[in-house]
């Protein structure tokens, strides 16, 4: 079946320090992939994606690369702040009816001052 | 921006009532959905729906219905609630394609008493 694998957190970080949270996923057919942002408190915002093989999403810093070889898609970001600690979810769409995600099941990022 | 409008930031029931989750979206997207997310257990779909008056069961509808007369709400309807349905609820919307990615809600946490 379809799947989202991503490392368990939570992941503490001092600030300005490089962050990588791993995303692995099964997938039939060629799914779109994404990283979704939750605040405390808030629904999930969409923080970046890639809808193809090789294909580098980017935003606010935070990039990832579709990786169809290692059915990867890892979020990075050279120097993290404080205020990026949210609970971050890897998750892939596939063009079946309806569009359905299946989401990851989230990554706690801690960011200390 | 797409705006996805859940009536309830926070609502306490009682076991037994009848509960309605009310979700409106303002840029006409045919997709909406229903998840609700709990610790450890991550996002779960429990319907959604790809046109006014269709509806589909996600992985976990026991014990809920929806509701969509219009293309711009999708209802979720508890229709006796439980203990075991405490939880947050988040609405998403997405337009036809798998590229484009979900606009959620900031959700409804329910605590049933």
Not at chain 1, 10 to 38: D, H, K, M, R
Not at chain 1, 49 to 75: I, P, Q, V, W
Request: hydrophobic fraction near 30%.
């Amino acid at each position: 079946g379809n799947s989202v694998t991503q490392m368990e957190g939570p992941v503490t970080l001092s600030e300005e320090a490089f962050l990588t949270i791993n995303c692995t996923y099964t997938a039939t057919g060629y799914p779109s992939l994404f990283w979704y942002v939750q605040y405390p408190g808030e629904g999930l915002q969409l923080l970046l994606k890639a809808t193809k093989a090789d294909d580098k999403g980017s935003n606010k810093g935070f990039e990832a690369t579709y990786r169809k070889e290692t059915t990867s898609f890892h979020l990075e970001k050279g120097s993290v702040q404080v205020s990026d600690s949210a609970v971050y979810f890897c998750a892939l769409t596939l063009n079946t009816g309806g569009f359905k995600t299946i989401f990851g099941a989230g990554t706690r990022l801690f960011v200390k001052a | 921006d797409v705006k996805v409008t859940q009536s309830s930031r926070y609502l306490v029931k009682r076991t037994g009532e009848k509960v309605f989750l009310e979700c409106v979206q303002d840029m006409d997207h045919e997709n909406m959905f229903w998840y609700r997310q709990d610790p450890g257990l991550g996002l779960r779909l429990i319907y959604f729906s790809y046109d006014v008056k269709m509806k589909e069961k996600g992985d976990i509808p026991e014990g809920y219905s929806v509701s969509r007369e219009k293309k711009e709400r999708f209802s979720l309807i508890l229709e006796s609630a439980s203990t075991n349905q405490t939880s947050m609820y988040l609405c998403a919307s997405t337009s036809g394609g798998q590229v484009y990615g979900y606009t959620f809600g900031s959700g409804t946490r329910l605590t049933v008493v």
